[in-house]
């Protein structure tokens, strides 16, 4: 082998002894990692775990593989075209059919023999409708222990249209929060009606119906100015300058400092 020039070998000598120790050591491990990954990558992962095309095709054939469970709302609209009509208006709307029935699958192959279950005791409805605070304002909800006690749901309420027999005339079977705040705020003897007008339709869509609310400082004024039923009085033109009275006082506990 033919020696490189002493000229040549003199440059990278000195170059090689100006590199700190450690740095050497940080360059080996971080080339022997890289040499690392390169051959796990190349050689060690299968090609299922590298490949899209490979893992779509994998997966669209393990779902093919299955058993067939559930035949879908459309199949069920082909028979019970009555009971779709009722349910494409109702509240339940948006709930599938096999999702009280369970998969239907099998009756759709042979509907004679096999009947999908249907819920009619007082175990199934209470999964959605008992109460919970984590549920949003005016979704259906109860007590079952106290709700109609001992009677089925579906005694009272058409399943595919579950409208209440009669539609709940106080605030509070929607607003239970507010209902406890307010009766032990000072507003407590007010109805809600004296400062909310509330649309009849508020209580069958309240997400799209909402009720008003008082959008200037009169109307706190009727009662703030006069002293009426002992209210604290305020000079209503100086008191809170421009903002509404509900931007610094909750009105359902109007506390003051």
Not at 72 to 80: D, F
Request: proline content about 11%.
């Amino acid at each position: 082998m033919k020696e490189l020039p002493k000229k040549v070998h003199e440059p990278i000598r000195d170059f090689s002894r100006r590199i700190p120790e450690s740095l050497k050591r940080i360059l080996t491990v971080f080339i022997v990692l890289i040499g690392g990954t390169i051959v796990v990558i190349k050689f060690i992962i299968p090609p299922h775990l590298k490949s899209t095309d490979i893992q779509w095709a994998e997966a669209i054939e393990r779902e093919l593989s299955r058993e067939i469970k559930y035949a879908g709302s459309s199949a069920c609209t082909e028979c019970h075209d009555d009971t779709y009509d009722v349910k494409k208006s109702g509240y339940h709307r948006n709930v599938a059919c096999e999702t009280c029935h369970g998969p239907a699958f099998e009756h759709t192959e042979d509907p004679d023999e096999i009947t999908p279950k249907a819920p009619r005791g007082r175990k199934f409805c209470p999964l959605c409708h008992t109460y919970n605070q984590s549920r949003p304002r005016g979704f259906p909800q109860i007590n079952p222990d106290a709700h109609n006690p001992m009677e089925p749901c579906i005694e009272c309420h058409d399943p595919h249209d579950p409208v209440p027999p009669t539609i709940p005339a106080e605030c509070s079977a929607c607003h239970g929060e507010i209902a406890r705040t307010k009766a032990v705020s000072h507003h407590v003897n007010l109805e809600c009606t004296t400062c909310h007008q509330t649309p009849e339709e508020h209580k069958v869509t309240p997400r799209t119906v909402r009720p008003s609310k008082p959008d200037d400082r009169e109307f706190c004024g009727q009662c703030h100015t006069t002293g009426l039923r002992g209210a604290p009085e305020i000079e209503i033109d100086t008191h809170g300058e421009k903002y509404l009275c509900w931007q610094c006082h909750y009105p359902h506990l109007p506390e003051v400092d």
